[in-house]
């Protein structure tokens, strides 16, 4: 689209005012609302910000910053303002004022990555496994009581949420975002949208939309959302398994019909840099202090760095299907993490891997779970991170995953990130009180 077909679409469908979205490095979605009569300053570029009141980006002294949006991300909200006036939406990278990227830009820190890929002959495609959980409201306020006791793939009337899934998988449709399939999740309350695969960087924005539209549809069923990664004790958490492929010529790279298990060396060498840089991009894919407790055995989340065709304990496994739908699926990504930053750090390792020929090993194909710790020890199978400040360790000496984003990106975020983990280490839980004020 151009200038033009927006202004003209914006008229046509009696669009008020335009959202210009973006992210802060924590993932967190932003944006400025401009009305009609701005528009064509919006499309642009000329709408000024203070980048200082966003986590992560610049000093006050360095405050003035410019949305630069991406005309092909427009697309109109399909629930109108009581007086009827609609509501479009552009998604925009950080300028600095002299026009040049902004280096604090999640989205533009993804590009630079594709363009990597790119340079190689590559691109890539992803589709995610987007989980959350539903919640009843009491009072205007969320809690964790949910409103079915269903499970996973049951229908109706024991799956309360599926009008509501409904709903939710229409108006991402109407945003222009492609739904492979929607189902309840394991948990009471839990629920997953599965996207059709797209390019990676279309695929980011839609995560971002995806999470905008499921709170507001739950919203307007008075239900609270949350991606949360693991909100209840004793039941699944929430991820968002990541299936990943490259294409070169428009041949899916990772497949070849005369290797063993189908699967190029090409394939293989970007499991081999996914595994081998897990420790370091995981406090990406898995940023919260509560992440971690979502990353246990014995709740379908990976904890082992290895990789397998079928079993689904490992941290890396490739699905059955072969020729153009050959994929790689990361289990270890979390709903919480910036999608930029996360793909951005996925795709890195992969090529890192395709550069240096890692070798990922042969596929572990038993329950991981259940091995002896001799038997990990002889497979080489080594863990995850256990907590967010271990991640934030290997994230530190990382010079992968300090290259792909960046000093201004790293710094900020491990600082943001220390400052969470301190605050949660010398918080006071219920379960200490519980476990201790009485017997000591």
């Known amino acids: 689209m151009d200038k033009r077909d927006i202004l003209e679409r914006a008229a046509a ?4 005012f335009l959202r210009l979205q973006f992210t802060d490095i924590l993932g967190v979605i932003k944006n400025v609302e401009v009305p009609d009569r701005q528009f064509a300053d919006a499309l642009d570029g000329r709408i000024m910000f203070d980048g200082s009141s966003i986590e992560g980006f610049v000093r006050i002294e360095e405050s003035d910053m410019y949305l630069s949006p991406d005309l092909d991300t427009f697309q109109i909200f399909p629930s109108t303002d009581p007086g009827g006036a609609r509501v479009g939406r552009l998604i925009c990278d950080i300028s ?12 533009t820190t993804l590009k630079r990555v594709i363009a990597m890929a790119e340079a190689r002959g590559f691109t890539m495609a992803a589709a995610p496994e987007t989980e959350f959980f539903l919640f009843l409201r009491r009072d205007g306020r969320p809690t964790t009581d949910t409103h079915d006791a269903a499970s996973y793939f049951d229908l109706a009337p024991v799956d309360l949420g599926e009008d509501v899934r409904r709903e939710i998988v229409l108006s991402l449709e109407q945003m222009g975002i492609q739904v492979e399939a929607a189902h309840h999740e394991v948990a009471p309350g ?3 949208i599965d996207f059709h695969t797209n390019d990676v960087l279309a695929t980011a924005d839609n995560i971002g939309t995806c999470r905008f539209i499921v709170k507001n ?11 949360m990664p693991k909100p209840i004790f004793g039941v699944n958490g929430s991820g968002m398994h990541t299936h990943q492929a490259l294409f070169r010529d428009g041949a899916n790279a990772f497949f070849d019909p005369d290797e063993e298990w189908q699967i190029s060396r090409t394939g293989l060498h970007y499991i081999g840099g996914l595994l081998r840089h897990a420790k370091g991009y995981c406090a990406i894919t898995n940023p919260l202090v509560n992440s971690y407790k979502r990353l246990v055995p014995g709740f379908e989340a990976p904890t082992a760095i290895a990789w397998s065709e079928r079993n ?3 941290l890396v496994r490739v699905p059955a299907a072969r020729h153009h739908r050959t994929r790689i699926e990361l289990r270890m990504p979390d709903p919480a993490c910036n999608p930029y930053l996360a ?3 996925m795709l890195r390792a992969g090529l890192s891997g395709i550069d240096e020929a890692i070798d990922p090993g042969p596929p572990v194909n038993k329950n991981i779970s259940r091995m002896s710790h001799r038997e990990r020890r002889h497979l080489r199978i080594d863990d995850l991170p256990a907590n967010l400040s271990e991640a934030l360790d290997e994230f530190e000496k990382s010079d992968l995953i300090r290259e792909t984003l960046g000093e201004h990106i790293v710094e ?3 600082a943001a990130k220390r400052e969470e983990w301190d605050e949660y280490i010398r918080h006071v839980s219920p379960w200490e009180m519980n476990r201790y004020l009485g017997v000591y």
């Open 312 to 314: 689904r304990s490992p």
């Open 13 to 16: 469908e009696r669009v008020k």
């Open 217 to 227: 549809v739950a919203l307007r069923n008075n239900l609270h959302a949350t991606f």
């Open 412 to 414: 900020h975020f491990l």
């Open 343 to 345: 793909l951005a750090v």
């Open 190 to 192: 839990q629920h997953e």
């Open 96 to 107: 600095n004022p002299d026009g040049s990227p902004f280096v604090g830009c999640p989205r």
